[in-house]
Antibody
Framework: QVTLKESGPALVKPTQTLTLTCTFSGFSLSTNEMRVSWIRQPPGKALEWLARIDWDDDKFYSTSLKTRLTISKDTSKNQVVLTMTNMDPVDTATYYC???????????WGQGTLVTVSS | SYELTQPPSVSVSPGQTASITCSGDKLGDKYASWYQQKPGQSPVLVIYQDTKRPSGIPERFSGSYSENTATLTISGTQAIDEADYYCQAWDSSTPYVFGTGTKVTVL
């Protein structure tokens, strides 16, 4: 059974750096074609893809947020970490991690974690 | 940047058919997926690669596509299908774009 769970601070101040961790089970990110993405959703708004990391450590970022994002993995811990710099109130959102395989859809999602950016 | 447009809302009577459209330039040339999201819950994949249904998703959910539009159809809509639905497209030049979302209300 594939499960993913996001963790991180519920509140960050403007200009701070956000660090989120996705801890997963039921698959290994060292297996060929396995991938994990981060997606966010501001309250009442649509989903937005942020970043993806692959089994071979390839990394891909949203064009609009590329300068602020870093994604990494710790295969031994079954974790994927996302950092986002220079947080702003408009970054207030629920942040999800999701598993993918070779196909371009998000097959399994975590429960999400709400991050509020406020001073 | 690439955009996908959905109607903000669709209303349907129980037992009837709901159709949700997703429009984008040359969308038919890309892979389209659909997600169901109920209030306070994470999205769930209901259609992938335009027309395929994951295991565990009821047969009343189906997908189709044309040149610029992907469509999610819910046949015999039930009250439990009331949710927000998002389309998502991908190709090598359009990584992971989501639609604007459609709220389906079962009246």
């Amino acid at each position: 059974q594939v499960t993913l769970k996001e963790s991180g601070p519920a509140l960050v101040k403007p200009t701070q750096t956000l660090t989120l961790t996705c801890t997963f089970s039921g698959f290994s990110l060292s297996t060929n074609e396995m991938r994990v993405s981060w997606i966010r959703q501001p309250p009442g708004k649509a989903l937005e893809w942020l970043a993806r990391i692959d089994w071979d450590d390839d990394k891909f970022y949203s064009t609009s947020l590329k300068t602020r994002l870093t994604i990494s993995k710790d295969t031994s811990k079954n974790q994927v970490v996302l950092t986002m710099t220079n947080m702003d109130p408009v970054d207030t959102a629920t942040y999800y991690c999701a598993r993918m395989s070779a196909a371009p859809e998000f097959q399994h999602w975590g429960q999400g974690t709400l991050v509020t950016v406020s001073s | 940047s690439y955009e996908l447009t959905q109607p903000p809302s669709v209303s349907v009577s129980p037992g009837q058919t709901a159709s949700i459209t997703c429009s984008g330039d040359k969308l038919g040339d890309k892979y389209a997926s659909w997600y169901q999201q109920k209030p306070g819950q994470s999205p769930v994949l209901v259609i992938y690669q335009d027309t395929k249904r994951p295991s565990g998703i009821p047969e009343r959910f189906s997908g189709s596509y044309s040149e610029n539009t992907a469509t999610l159809t819910i046949s015999g809509t039930q009250a439990i299908d009331e949710a927000d639905y998002y389309c998502q497209a991908w190709d090598s030049s359009t990584p992971y774009v989501f639609g604007t979302g459609t709220k389906v209300t079962v009246l």
